[in-house]
């Protein structure tokens, strides 16, 4: 029998022997502060999104895998081509006991569309007209254009709904009371879904620990959590550093846009020429290997062909072979020195050694054209700013619009008429524009696909990697043993 055991552990040694007994609460590390958590305000660091999904549920929910569950809505249509919503409600309490109304979501959706509320998914909800009570257990929301991905949105955890007279959320947690400095959350079981639901026991607890990623890595090396979430370029060095054994790293398919924003269109910067000059100079697949070979690389905004009416457009420069975008480049710089003299390109990125790294890539590539750069925090007065975001949802008009920081007013104005456009077609079409317009313009250089990752105990079995780089707290465990 030992020798079996030993054998065991040798054969978990190979891919990284996790010793983590399935027992007891999931401890979750992120960036952030769960403990300061303001269900006033609309929550941006990946902590309090968890804290946030996990105790204020919205109408639909992300599984594990990415995709689209009941959250306080048991079951929901789609009418009128994607003009309406309708939802019907579960029955459901708040965390004080006091039961969860249509009329209280009816008031709290409009506060998060509303023009006042601070929410980064605002600009990409314009389409929503009206919110509207129509029996105390339905409710609908009506649309003045179709939007066929619409609850996508209603999945992130901005438009969690959170009751703020007596600030609290429904669920599937409670904030326990807890003298750690790591949130204790307790499952409530939910006897409207399954009557024979029994109370939750302590190994279905999770403990949310808001700290730097450096600490989180430290404490699951030490066998003292379970997972470490959140994670992007800027810290995934750490991960090699903190010796995390290679079963128990993820990556996740994240999509959304890695690359550069134009922020200054001045100087050499001015001349779409010499916008693509500097896209065409940077060695992608260098980039990428500096970090992992897993991470995918990009020369194009658009990922896919998603709701537009064309293929994703590229720059002219994106059709070269890595040869001849370099001799490109050096060329357009060259004429540039000799009539204008030295440039300096000012690159704004966030903290983090994975950030350095980047940086040490992108400052060797232009130097190689003959351009010289220099660091600058992020938000910073800047040349090129980083972009580094998921999307939400998956629509070429968010694409294209975070990528407009900006861009030319051919582009912008392509923009707005597809958010305004009437049908799906035309939508599409105008998509279509604006994606065309944004490639001739140069107004984002498109390097790589987001890089997401956790670090995960094997007895998270219930654990996924999906698009969305999202993992519920109550889809991390699978049946005990």
């Not at 003045?144 to 991905?149: C, Y």
């Not at 949130?183 to 879904?193: C, G, I």
């Not at 939750?200 to 949310?208: C, G």
């Not at 730097?212 to 997972?227: C, E, H, N, P, Q």
Request: glycine share 6%; proline share 8%; charged share 25%.
């Amino acid at each position: 029998m030992v020798r079996v055991l030993a054998l065991a552990c040798l054969l978990l040694l190979i891919g990284g022997c996790d010793r983590r007994r399935d027992a007891g609460a999931v401890v979750v590390s992120a960036p952030g502060a769960a403990r300061l958590i303001d269900f006033g305000r609309v929550p941006t660091d990946p902590a309090a999104r968890l804290f946030t999904d996990a105790t204020a549920q919205g109408l639909v929910r992300f599984d594990a895998a990415g995709g689209i569950e009941p959250g306080l809505a048991e079951r929901w249509i789609v009418t009128d081509e994607g003009t309406s919503y309708i939802f019907r409600l579960r029955e459901a309490n708040w965390s004080d006991g006091s039961p969860v109304t249509a009329a209280q979501i009816v008031s709290i959706l409009r506060r998060r569309v509303s023009a006042g509320e601070r929410n980064p998914l605002k600009p990409f909800l314009t389409a929503i007209d009206e919110i509207v009570e129509m029996t105390p257990e339905v409710i609908e929301v009506r649309l003045l254009r179709p939007r066929p991905d619409l609850l996508k949105l209603f999945a992130q955890p901005e438009l969690a709904l959170v009751r703020l007279a007596r600030p609290s959320g429904s669920g599937p947690f409670r904030d326990a009371p807890s003298a750690r400095s790591a949130v204790l959350l307790r499952p409530v079981p939910d006897r409207n879904r399954d009557p024979d639901a029994q109370a939750p026991d302590a190994r279905d607890d999770v403990r949310l620990v808001g700290e730097r990623t450096a600490k989180g890595l430290a404490r699951f090396a030490a066998g003292r959590s379970d997972m470490v979430t959140g994670g992007t370029f800027a810290d995934y060095p750490l991960v090699a550093a903190a010796a995390i054994a290679p079963a128990n790293q993820r990556l996740d398919p994240a999509v959304g846009l890695f690359g550069l924003a134009i922020a200054e269109r001045t100087g050499f910067l001015a001349d779409p020429a010499g916008r693509s000059a500097i896209a065409a100079a940077f060695n992608r697949p260098a980039l990428a290997a500096a970090f992992t070979s897993d991470w995918q690389v990009a020369d194009q905004i658009l990922p896919d062909q998603l709701d537009s009416a064309a293929l994703p457009a590229r720059g002219d420069w994106a059709a070269l072979s890595t040869d001849d975008r370099l001799a490109a480049a050096q060329t357009r710089v060259a004429a540039w020195l000799t009539a204008q003299g030295p440039i300096t390109l000012r690159i704004a990125l966030p903290d983090g050694p994975g950030a350095t790294v980047l940086f040490g890539s992108l400052a060797r590539d232009l130097r190689q054209i003959g351009i010289a750069s220099i660091r600058v925090p992020v938000d910073a007065a800047a040349d090129l700013r980083l972009v580094d975001a998921v999307a939400p949802y998956d629509s070429a008009r968010w694409y294209l619009a975070t990528a407009c920081q900006p861009c030319s007013p051919e582009a912008e104005a392509a923009l707005v008429a597809a958010r305004d456009a009437p049908s799906l077609a035309e939508r599409g079409r105008r998509i279509a524009e604006a994606d065309a317009a944004l490639a001739a313009d140069g107004a984002f250089i498109p390097l790589a696909r987001p890089l997401r990752w956790s670090v995960v105990a094997l007895r998270l079995r219930a654990w996924q990697p999906n698009a969305r780089a999202w993992h519920p707290l109550n889809r991390l465990r699978g049946t005990p043993n």
